[in-house]
């Protein structure tokens, strides 16, 4: 049966989902030697207090930390604030991740074709991604097909920023190699 081509025609659709923000709020831990505290060793012997910072994304994170040899045992007196001066990080498509969650911005620089003024970048406390608005703003090119709206999409930010870190502090009890881990407490751990 030969098919009329004139009524028969591909058709395709796609939803596209638009958002206020496209950042997310990701859960992460990242875990460190404190070099601050620990005088930049990474050799220990059995006994010594290993020092470290726990980095929890969001800063709220509820979590369980341990570790495979010995003890370890929170330090909260040496709880605070790490200074990250002067990284750069790449701004893709309006968005970029920091290393450590932002808890604070300092300072911030913008290096491309358009300017992301400190007013326009956006963060969730807590997590390391940033954005930088493509909302309206002044001082920047505006895009061709919305009228008032930033093209502000590429380029690097310079950023100095505090991120909050919790403290630490490990005992091995014989040589040997320590795994220091850390795992998000879930509803139904509980």
């Given amino acids: 049966m030969a098919t009329d081509e004139s009524t028969s025609r591909a058709t395709a659709t796609l939803v596209v989902t638009v958002s206020e923000t496209c950042l ?3 859960r992460a ?4 030697l404190n070099e601050i505290l620990n005088n930049d060793r990474t ?4 006994g010594q207090r290993v ?5 929890p994304q969001p800063e709220d994170l509820d979590y369980t930390i341990g570790n495979t040899n010995g003890v370890i045992i929170a ?4 709880d ?6 002067d990284e750069y990080v790449q701004i893709t498509d309006g968005t970029g991740n920091l290393s450590y969650p932002l808890h604070s911005i300092d300072s911030i620089e913008w290096h491309g074709d358009a300017p992301c003024p400190l007013a326009s970048v956006s963060y969730s406390v807590g997590q390391k991604a940033i954005q930088c608005s493509t909302g309206t ?3 920047s090119p505006e895009d061709e097909l919305a009228e008032g709206v930033c093209d502000v999409t590429y380029g690097v930010l310079k950023i100095s920023y505090k991120s909050l870190f919790k403290s630490y502090y490990a005992i091995a009890n014989e040589y040997g190699t320590i795994l220091i881990y850390a795992y998000e407490n879930l509803a139904d751990d509980v």
Wanted: aromatic share 10%; hydrophobic share 35%; with cysteine.
């Fill in 137 to 139: 703003c002044t001082d």
């Fill in 51 to 55: 020092y470290i910072r726990v980095f």
């Fill in 75 to 78: 330090d909260p007196g040496n």
């Fill in 43 to 46: 050799c220990f012997t059995a």
């Fill in 24 to 26: 997310t709020d990701e």
């Fill in 80 to 85: 605070g604030l790490l200074e990250v001066e």
């Fill in 29 to 32: 831990i990242n875990i460190e």
